[in-house]
């Protein structure tokens, strides 16, 4: 079968990991460490695919700068606290084992830092299969285009043969931005009302679904 694209981008957190869970409880009891209103478990989730920076613009406004790096620095203990443990959705690992032998680029473009992105990599067994690599701490945050654009560069394709998987408005915000299809999937951080408006080419509400498709249609 013809392929429609030859590289294919993926978010990390709630898309190929399943870290939605860890990463709101670890930020809702980083604002109650450091005596900052509480937040909902949606309203923290629905920040996830941000940088960590903007995450908490987001949520707590123009807050002074001690506060927002108090808030920085418990989340990132909480976070690499239990990040060793965090699972791949099942099948995730065969599904990039399996495009990377069909000659598909594969790249991650993720709101995680970089210290972050390699431990998952390195942790999950899964850095060999991957070509390049996008975080927040090399460009800007999400929805911004550039981690795509830098991707696309570097990997020498086309915006028209690109695909850009992710679970948050962010991710396909990115793609729209960045002139790329995109998939949206259900099983991460965000409903697809938040997303459905940016017509996505698909969407997924598991891992095995998205899984079949890209196998049979990417």
């Known amino acids: ?14 898309t190929l990991a399943d870290s939605t869970g860890m990463i709101t409880n670890a930020l809702l009891k980083a604002a109650e460490q450091v005596g900052l209103p509480a937040l909902t478990p949606q309203t923290a989730s629905n920040i996830i695919g941000l940088g960590l920076r903007e995450s908490i613009q987001t949520l707590y406004g123009d807050i002074p700068a001690e506060q927002a790096q108090a808030l920085a620095t418990q989340y990132t203990t909480n976070y690499y606290a239990g990040e060793s443990e965090i699972p791949l959705f099942t099948g995730a690992a065969d ?15 993720t709101g995680k830092g970089r210290r972050g992105l390699n431990l998952a990599l390195e942790h999950s067994g899964l850095v060999k299969y991957f070509h390049s690599t996008r975080t927040v701490d090399e460009c800007f945050s999400k929805p911004h285009p550039q981690m795509l654009d830098e991707l696309m560069e570097y990997l020498v394709v ?8 992710g679970d948050t ?10 002139g790329v299809r995109s998939v949206g999937v259900t099983y991460g951080a965000q409903a697809a009302t938040q997303w459905q408006h940016l017509n996505p080419m698909q969407q997924f509400s598991d891992f095995s679904e998205l899984s079949t498709w890209l196998l049979e249609h990417a």
């Open 1 to 14: 079968m013809t392929k429609q694209f030859d590289l294919i981008v993926w978010d990390w957190d709630g």
């Open 95 to 109: 599904t990039i084992k399996a495009l990377n032998k069909r000659g598909f680029k594969l790249a991650v473009a």
């Open 158 to 165: 086309m915006p028209e043969r690109t695909l850009m998987i």
């Open 169 to 178: 408005s962010y991710d396909l915000q990115m793609a729209q931005n960045a």
